[in-house]
């Protein structure tokens, strides 16, 4: 049975991606920092789909975090076939107020340590060819983000990065997919202080849905996913704007401020 490893598996999109996973009768590597949260995952896919779910507690914002879970897994004898890098935070703050130590936080848990587990895992499975990689951007990631500034480039990074994997690697049996949801229903919002914002106001989708969405593009291969046909349109739209309007647009989306 090919396994799953999913960072940030303790809420939100990641516990509705452990579901899809689990639901398609793949063992599972749960992984982030509520160990309590994990086991009760573990213990409800365990008992209602009958696979084999491990659970590593562990906190992905540190330098070393990609070589220690890389290492729990090698010590574990765990062989991961399809990896989903999904942990990631955002905060609703002006770039000036924001704390060094926050920002430099966000970068290594968005950009760093997927990055670092990527290609620590990578090898294993080339060697094996097969498996697939689901890395979770944003529709963030095709604009600036007034207010969200270092949370916005992250995901741009993501995306990047990510699409020119999937053509780096194409015919080696791995697939890299990365998969954009737009305001979704999860703990994120509360995060990053923006519960409030026009943008969960107007357009927000459950996260069981994003995640099934994200499920689907990874099985099919596909290189890049925008969730839903509202966030299609938008992204589409963006492409067709100034940048300054698209920046306009933008803060108000987050802040309620143009
Ligand atoms: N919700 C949205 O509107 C939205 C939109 C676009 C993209 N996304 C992206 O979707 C992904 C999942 O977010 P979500 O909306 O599901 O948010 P969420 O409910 O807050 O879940 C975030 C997950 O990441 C884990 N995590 C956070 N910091 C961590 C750390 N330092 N080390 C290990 N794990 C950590 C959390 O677990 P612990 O707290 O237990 O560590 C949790 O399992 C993120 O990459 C986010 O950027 C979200």
Same mark, same amino acid.
Request: charged share 15%; aromatic share 8%; with cysteine.
């Given at each position: 049975?090919?396994?799953?490893?999913?960072?940030?598996?303790?809420?939100?999109?990641?516990?509705? *991606?452990?579901?899809?996973?689990?639901?398609? @009768?793949? /063992?599972?590597?749960?992984?982030?920092?509520?160990? &309590?949260?994990?086991?009760?995952?573990?213990?409800?896919?365990?008992?209602?789909?009958?696979?084999?779910?491990d659970v590593i507690a562990m906190?992905?914002?540190? +330098? &070393?975090?990609?070589?220690?879970?890389?290492?729990?897994?090698?010590?574990?004898?765990?062989?991961? &076939?399809?990896?989903?890098?999904?942990?990631?935070?955002?905060?609703?703050?002006?770039?000036?107020?924001?704390?060094?130590? /926050?920002?430099?936080?966000?970068?290594? *848990?968005?950009?760093?340590?997927?990055?670092? *587990?990527?290609?620590?895992?990578? #090898?294993?499975?080339?060697?094996?060819?097969?498996?697939?990689? !689901?890395?979770?951007?944003?529709?963030?990631?095709?604009? #600036?983000?007034?207010?969200?500034?270092?949370?916005?480039?992250?995901?741009?990074?993501?995306?990047?990065?990510?699409?020119?994997?999937?053509? +780096? *690697?194409?015919?080696?049996?791995?697939?890299?997919?990365?998969?954009?949801p737009g305001p979704t229903h999860?703990?994120?919002? &509360?995060?990053?202080?923006?519960?409030?914002? #026009?943008?969960?106001?107007?357009?927000?989708?459950?996260? +069981?849905?994003?995640?099934?969405?994200?499920?689907?593009?990874?099985?099919?291969?596909?290189?890049?996913?925008?969730?839903?046909?509202?966030?299609?349109?938008?992204?589409?739209?963006?492409?067709?704007? #100034?940048?300054? !309007?698209?920046? @306009?647009?933008t803060r108000w989306l987050t /802040?309620?401020?143009?």
């Amino acid at each position: 049975m090919a396994t799953a490893l999913i960072t940030g598996a303790s809420s939100g999109i990641g516990l509705e *991606l452990g579901r899809q996973f689990a639901a398609g @009768k793949h /063992d599972l590597v749960l992984v982030a920092r509520s160990r &309590d949260k994990l086991q009760a995952l573990a213990d409800r896919l365990q008992q209602e789909f009958g696979i084999k779910v491990d659970v590593i507690a562990m906190d992905l914002a540190t +330098e &070393d975090a990609a070589a220690a879970l890389y290492a729990t897994l090698q010590q574990q004898n765990l062989q991961v &076939d399809y990896l989903v890098n999904n942990a990631g935070f955002g905060n609703n703050i002006m770039f000036a107020e924001m704390q060094s130590e /926050d920002a430099l936080q966000m970068i290594q *848990l968005n950009i760093s340590t997927l990055t670092h *587990l990527t290609r620590l895992l990578l #090898p294993g499975m080339l060697a094996r060819r097969h498996g697939r990689v !689901l890395n979770i951007a944003s529709t963030a990631a095709f604009m #600036p983000g007034p207010t969200q500034a270092v949370y916005f480039a992250t995901k741009a990074y993501v995306l990047s990065f990510s699409e020119a994997l999937a053509d +780096e *690697l194409a015919g080696s049996g791995v697939t890299v997919t990365v998969y954009c949801p737009g305001p979704t229903h999860t703990g994120f919002a &509360d995060r990053a202080h923006m519960s409030e914002a #026009p943008m969960f106001k107007l357009n927000a989708m459950s996260a +069981e849905v994003v995640a099934r969405g994200a499920y689907r593009a990874m099985m099919r291969g596909q290189s890049m996913a925008i969730a839903g046909l509202f966030n299609n349109l938008l992204i589409f739209s963006t492409r067709l704007t #100034p940048r300054w !309007l698209v920046r @306009k647009i933008t803060r108000w989306l987050t /802040d309620g401020r143009a």
